[in-house]
């Protein structure tokens, strides 16, 4: 049976990645060798990163002043390391859900947090709009998809203070106005490729303004320094990170992967809008995000949510029960998942309520 992957992260990817992975594991660059068994210092490998970087600046449209480097730790890393190398006294932080909660009281550890505003009050189901962004902070923060609640901001502010931005779940899919921001940055594992490495693009001009001492590993310059090279990277990870990007520049990059975006997700909310069992759980089209697509059962029609689940997975649909802070059902529309698959839970959610 067609295996459909709706999961959050690690998620689905381009067959051609896994294809171009695959062979890379047998036979690197033509070097005989694993990509899993050669040297980060190998002069094959140095073009992969440099492939890669570039690649990334072409596709967002970058601009020049801008590095992008490819680090580990996951995006809970750049919780404290964006405030380490960046909060000298006080930062803005816009909180939309718990990856924003999570990195507000990571950087409580070096400063004053001002929390400008936040949709705790109903479950984080909105995207407050109601705010200023103060120019007494060294930086204003916000997380721009929020992957488990399923709302997105796909606004590039105009920050009077340098603009960071969580995309880590929304990266490559849809055109962002890169100038505007002064730090953007996430987990690959979703729209890139496996987990394992975390990508930070930065204006270097951003840095050096914090009197503290900063670890040498956290401190962005040594990254920037050494292309990414500083220490040994996810090598593999990265590979198929580039594969992906390839992917993407095939296809025709962001702008064209936005349309696609929009109309596998139009697709999903009209559904679920017009069903008679399930509702949305964000009640403003505007605020819904385009690659978490979170919705419930009525409560009328509550107890047929198990059997959903095995109605859904019987026809092969892998990973759309919510978070359990949600609860319901998440359907995860990254870059990679195709519209069939869309049109495959389209049809099962159907096929359910015309059987109950
Ligand atoms: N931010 C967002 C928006 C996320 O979705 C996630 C993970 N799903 C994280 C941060 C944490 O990422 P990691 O697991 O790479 O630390």
Redesign the pocket.
Known sequence: MKKHNFY??PSILPQYTIDESIAAMKDFAGTGLSILEVSHRSKEFDAVMAETEALFKDLLNVPQEYRVIFVG???????FTVPYNLLQTRAAYLNT?E??T??IEEAEIFGEVVVVASSKNKNFTYIPRDFTIPTDVDYFHF??????YGTEIREDFDSPVTLVS????DILSRPVDVSKYGLIY?????NLGP?GV?FVILKESILGKVERRIPTMVDYRTHIKKNSLFNTPPVAAVYSCLMTLRWLKNLGGVEVMEKINIAKSSLLYETIESSKFFRPTIPNPQDRSRMNVCFVLKDEYKDLEKPFLEFASGRGMVGIKGHRSVGGFRASLYNALPLESVQALVDCMKEFEAAN
């Open positions: 959050a992260g730790g996951g995006a809970s890393t750049q919780f859900g990856w924003a999570k990195a997380t721009s998809n929020n992957t488990i969580d995309m880590s779940s996430g987990g690959a594992q979703k987990a975390t």
